[in-house]
């Protein structure tokens, strides 16, 4: 019987994740592998209250990061930690929100004993949050895959061979963005359909600027592939203005020359700033 674990970055949702360890243990899949529970505490400002319980799993443990660094670097030291040791066979990280919908941890799961040495992505199909979000984040997934030639259908939840995590331990891309790393270095993957939960407790910490963000990390760990694209779509639109508005050159290549110089440096800034 293969060991999972699962790594869980929190920041004070101690409540929800109480409600997702009582759910995957639920799920009775003591039959289909062993369960260990790493939790990531990005230095939480609210103590964790001793009348809420994590007794559902014997081999849960908390690390509490030093400072408050943000969910994605979370994860990536969660990683490099797990990197050391030898107690487990595949990894599942996903949220403790309950947005990563406990059941699909044992879809994840089956679907890796069919394909034990293939990551397994949770790939959305549908999301549970308003219009506007599901627009913007749409938005997104178009932006990405035009400005990386990558089509990422995956958030963070995921389950990954060790074989596979330590092709991707050392690199500094990790402390970018986790789903964009694997994305571009994991080339052996399949997927599972997963649909968006809702949140357990409070309204979603996923803003619009976060969104955005979110999107400029992924695109920053394609940043080199990125600069060519744009470099290349730049020299289409250049060649079609000179040939037919050749008058109004300047006014039509001017602004738009100056919009990919900002996308470019603020995705070799981002990836700089965060991979440090």
Do not use: Q
Request: one cysteine or more; glycine letters at 4%.
């Amino acid at each position: 019987m293969k060991t999972y674990k699962i790594l869980i970055p929190v920041f004070n949702d101690w409540e929800s994740l109480s409600i997702l360890l009582n759910n995957i243990h639920a799920l009775k899949i003591n039959n289909l592998a062993r369960i260990k529970i790493l939790i990531i505490d990005d230095c939480s400002s609210e103590i964790l209250n001793k009348k809420i319980e994590f007794d559902s799993f014997e081999d849960i443990e908390i690390i509490k990061n030093i400072k408050n660094i943000g969910h994605g670097k979370s994860i990536a030291n969660g990683i490099n930690y797990l990197n050391k040791k030898n107690d487990f066979d595949y990894l599942i990280v996903m949220d403790g929100d309950g947005e990563d919908r406990p059941e699909e941890v044992k879809e994840l799961i089956l679907k890796s004993t069919e394909l034990p040495s293939v990551t397994i992505t949770a790939n959305r199909i549908k999301r549970s949050e308003s219009a506007f979000f599901k627009l913007s984040y749409h938005l997104h997934k178009i932006l990405t895959l035009v400005l990386t030639g990558y089509s990422i259908k995956f958030g963070n939840f995921m389950c990954i061979p060790k074989k596979d995590l330590n092709l991707i331990t050392s690199n500094k891309n990790l402390f970018v963005s986790f789903s964009g790393t694997v994305a571009k270095f994991i080339k052996n993957k399949t997927s599972i359909p997963s649909i968006r939960g809702v949140r357990y407790c409070g309204p979603t910490k996923m803003s619009f600027l976060k969104l955005i963000r979110h999107s400029l990390l992924i695109i920053s760990v394609f940043r080199k592939e990125t600069a060519i694209r744009l470099s290349i779509l730049f020299s289409i639109y250049a060649t079609l203005i000179f040939y037919f508005l050749k008058n109004a050159f300047l006014l039509f290549i001017l602004p738009l020359a100056v919009v990919n110089i900002l996308i470019i440096f603020t995705l070799f800034v981002l990836y700089k700033k965060n991979s440090s």
